[in-house]
């Protein structure tokens, strides 16, 4: 069930990519000079309303998709599902092989001084 919305929402998500696209610009890029800001709106044509009703799609097949997810995450981690053991860490006796952190060894209170060139 979950495999035939996502196929559906990817659909979607095309369709409304290309409506957009079809769409012809009213004015500059991100409202910036349009018409005349006391004309009021425009009557919705058509090809909005069909926009309009593919986002909603999106976005209904988007909630419903979160909530499978949710339902299907019974488990706390990617491990768990997969079987895997979550690795254990070296014992306190035991020097890893990167020591205590990954940071270079201090030498003392004078700053480090760049390698030099050869």
């Keep these: 069930m979950q495999n035939v919305v996502l196929v559906v929402h990817l659909v ?8 957009v696209l079809f769409q012809r610009s009213e004015g500059g890029g991100l409202g910036i000079g349009g018409g005349n800001p006391m004309a009021g709106r425009a009557q ?7 926009t ?4 909603v799609a999106f976005l209904i097949t988007s909630m419903f998709l979160t909530i499978l997810a949710a339902r299907l995450a019974e488990s706390d981690s ?5 079987g895997s053991s979550v690795p254990v860490e070296a014992e ?3 020097d890893s092989p990167l020591g205590d952190d990954l940071l ?7 700053p480090a001084t760049p390698p030099k060139q050869e």
Excluded: Y
């Excluded at 919705?44 to 069909?50: E, F, I, K, T, Y």
């Excluded at 309009?52 to 986002?55: D, E, G, K």
């Excluded at 270079?104 to 004078?110: A, H």
């Design 12 to 19: 979607l998500a095309l369709c409304l990519i290309a409506i």
């Design 44 to 50: 919705a044509n058509p090809l909005s309303r069909v």
């Design 52 to 55: 309009w009703a593919l986002a």
């Design 78 to 82: 990617v491990l768990e599902r997969l």
């Design 92 to 94: 306190s006796g035991q």
């Design 104 to 110: 270079p060894p201090i030498l003392g209170d004078s």
